[in-house]
């Protein structure tokens, strides 16, 4: 072979085999093309069986939603079917609570007079009765309210020793009686003055012992001394020592914790069960062996949109003082029994915003599973009861049903409720 057929033959052979190449990648592109149209529906997870819906409004409910699973992705996402069963749960709601004062039965202890507090004696939670020293206030007010009491009671002195003496006047025709009329209407002037002082002393806290002292001494003292108007407990303390205050500042509140308040929130799927005068039985974690019995007296009409709960109230007599303020309390409403209901696992449930969905399993079509909105009861050990939505005996997805939910999810089938 000579070099100039050498020369001749590289250049076809490089070209045939970029020509082989190029038709060995045609194929298997067209040959992967072909699989990927004709794949199996065991390539995909799920697939929507329902459209899409819209976002519901406030308190309107669910729709229902539809997705089908291949029997591959059912089995490798461990979904286990079983049915809603039967359990017995207690007629009673339970609630938890707080205990609060009863407002009722509390008193606001305010300053008597502008001025500065200059010592408390009653603390937080301490025990009074009544009349007894709360607090001390220094009271320019009060020294001026003295001041004037023994201004006028001294004017009125005077002017009652002139009544008598143109009285005696007038007796003997050396005084007229129009003079007569001018010194009485003085004297009634004068008094009312002195009454004027007197109350004002009332209303700043000076007792009538201490006004006897008053006028006995004529010592002008600016201290107000504070003191409980009745019995009971300081539950609020806001007077502390070198404190300004004005008039009718609050300084104590004083409740009588004979009787207590238990106050909780009361979901609305509860609300047919409790009403004003259910009984109530309430217990403490603190104290598991106490058990007391009280009355629901108060329901909110109003229904928090975001917790869907009321606030709830139950009377308790307290006379022990067994119930501490803010201790935490289980309330157990209604009267004792039990009830048949449907109960489902509680890993069975699932969150979408603040609803509750299940899934129930379509026995006429393997695979395809329906998400749907309940309500739910109460507890009953690894169990929940079911309101509604579902009934006794209907197949549900009792694991695995949080691999449905990120199937619909992916497929954008709901949105989350407003």
Same mark, same amino acid.
């Given at each position: 072979?000579?070099?100039?057929?050498?020369?001749?033959?590289w250049?076809v052979?490089?070209?045939?085999?970029?020509?082989?190449?190029?038709?060995?990648?045609?194929?298997?592109?067209?040959?992967?093309?072909?699989?990927?149209?004709?794949?199996?529906?065991?390539?995909?997870?799920?697939?929507?069986?329902?459209?899409?819906?819209?976002?519901?409004?406030?308190?309107?409910?669910?729709?229902?939603?539809?997705?089908t699973?291949?029997?591959?992705?059912?089995?490798?996402?461990?979904?286990?079917?079983?049915?809603?069963?039967?359990?017995? /749960?207690?007629?009673?709601?339970?609630?938890?609570?707080?205990?609060?004062?009863?407002?009722?039965?509390?008193?606001?202890?305010?300053?008597?007079?502008?001025?500065?507090?200059?010592s408390?004696?009653?603390?937080?939670?301490?025990?009074?009765?009544?009349?007894?020293?709360?607090?001390?206030?220094?009271?320019p007010?009060?020294a001026d309210?003295q001041?004037?009491?023994?201004?006028?009671? %001294?004017?009125?002195?005077?002017?009652?020793?002139?009544?008598?003496?143109?009285?005696?006047?007038?007796?003997?025709?050396?005084?007229?009686?129009?003079?007569?009329?001018?010194?009485r209407?003085?004297?009634?002037?004068?008094?009312?003055?002195?009454?004027?002082?007197?109350?004002?002393?009332t209303?700043?806290?000076?007792?009538p012992?201490?006004?006897?002292?008053?006028?006995?001494?004529?010592?002008?003292?600016?201290?107000?001394?504070?003191?409980?108007?009745?019995?009971?407990?300081?539950?609020?303390?806001?007077?502390t020592?070198?404190?300004?205050?004005?008039?009718?500042?609050?300084?104590?509140t /004083?409740?009588?914790l004979?009787?207590?308040?238990?106050?909780?929130?009361?979901?609305?799927?509860?609300?047919?069960?409790?009403?004003?005068?259910?009984?109530?039985?309430?217990?403490?974690?603190?104290d598991?062996?106490?058990?007391?019995?009280?009355?629901?007296?108060?329901?909110?009409?109003?229904?928090n949109a975001?917790?869907?709960?009321?606030?709830?109230?139950?009377?308790?007599?307290?006379?022990?003082?067994?119930?501490?303020?803010?201790?935490?309390?289980?309330?157990?409403?209604?009267?004792?029994?039990s009830?048949?209901?449907?109960?489902?696992?509680?890993?069975?449930?699932?969150?979408?915003?603040?609803?509750?969905v299940?899934?129930?399993?379509?026995?006429?079509?393997?695979?395809?599973?329906?998400?749907?909105e309940?309500?739910l009861?109460?507890?009953?050990?690894?169990?929940? %009861?079911?309101?509604?939505?579902?009934k006794?005996?209907?197949?549900?997805?009792?694991?695995?049903?949080?691999?449905?939910?990120?199937?619909?999810?992916?497929?954008?089938?709901?949105?989350?409720?407003?």
């Open positions: 072979m000579t070099d100039s057929q050498m020369r001749l033959r250049p052979v490089l070209l045939g085999s970029a020509c082989l190449l190029a038709g060995g990648a045609g194929a298997a592109y067209v040959l992967m093309k072909s699989r990927a149209a004709v794949a199996p529906l065991s390539d995909v997870a799920a697939t929507a069986t329902s459209p899409p819906v819209a976002t519901p409004g406030p308190g309107e409910p669910l729709p229902d939603v539809a997705l699973l291949t029997s591959q992705s059912v089995t490798g996402a461990g979904i286990i079917v079983g049915p809603v069963s039967t359990g017995t /749960i207690s007629s009673r709601v339970t609630v938890p609570g707080t205990v609060e004062p009863n407002t009722n039965q509390q008193v606001a202890v305010p300053s008597p007079a502008a001025g500065r507090v200059t408390v004696s009653a603390e937080l939670g301490a025990h009074v009765e009544r009349g007894q020293t709360l607090a001390q206030i220094s009271s007010d009060l309210a001041t004037r009491f023994l201004s006028t009671q %001294a004017s009125a002195t005077v002017t009652q020793q002139q009544l008598q003496r143109i009285e005696k006047l007038t007796g003997i025709g050396a005084v007229s009686r129009q003079e007569l009329e001018r010194a209407a003085d004297y009634t002037v004068a008094s009312a003055d002195v009454e004027a002082a007197r109350a004002r002393l209303l700043l806290g000076v007792s012992e201490a006004l006897a002292a008053l006028t006995a001494r004529g010592e002008v003292a600016a201290a107000v001394t504070v003191t409980a108007p009745t019995p009971g407990t300081v539950v609020q303390r806001d007077a020592v070198g404190q300004n205050v004005d008039s009718s500042s609050p300084l104590f /004083i409740g009588d004979s009787s207590v308040w238990i106050v909780g929130e009361l979901s609305d799927k509860d609300f047919s069960r409790v009403r004003l005068g259910s009984p109530a039985t309430i217990t403490t974690a603190a598991p062996a106490l058990s007391l019995n009280g009355v629901v007296s108060y329901i909110d009409p109003q229904v975001v917790t869907h709960t009321s606030r709830i109230r139950v009377d308790v007599q307290n006379p022990r003082g067994e119930l501490g303020l803010g201790t935490l309390a289980e309330l157990q409403i209604g009267e004792a029994g009830t048949e209901a449907a109960l489902v696992p509680r890993e069975a449930i699932q969150n979408v915003g603040d609803r509750q299940l899934y129930l399993a379509d026995v006429g079509e393997p695979g395809r599973f329906i998400e749907r309940v309500r009861g109460d507890p009953v050990g690894d169990q929940i %009861a079911v309101v509604s939505g579902v006794p005996g209907d197949q549900i997805v009792v694991k695995g049903s949080l691999f449905l939910r990120a199937e619909r999810d992916r497929l954008g089938l709901r949105a989350t409720p407003r």
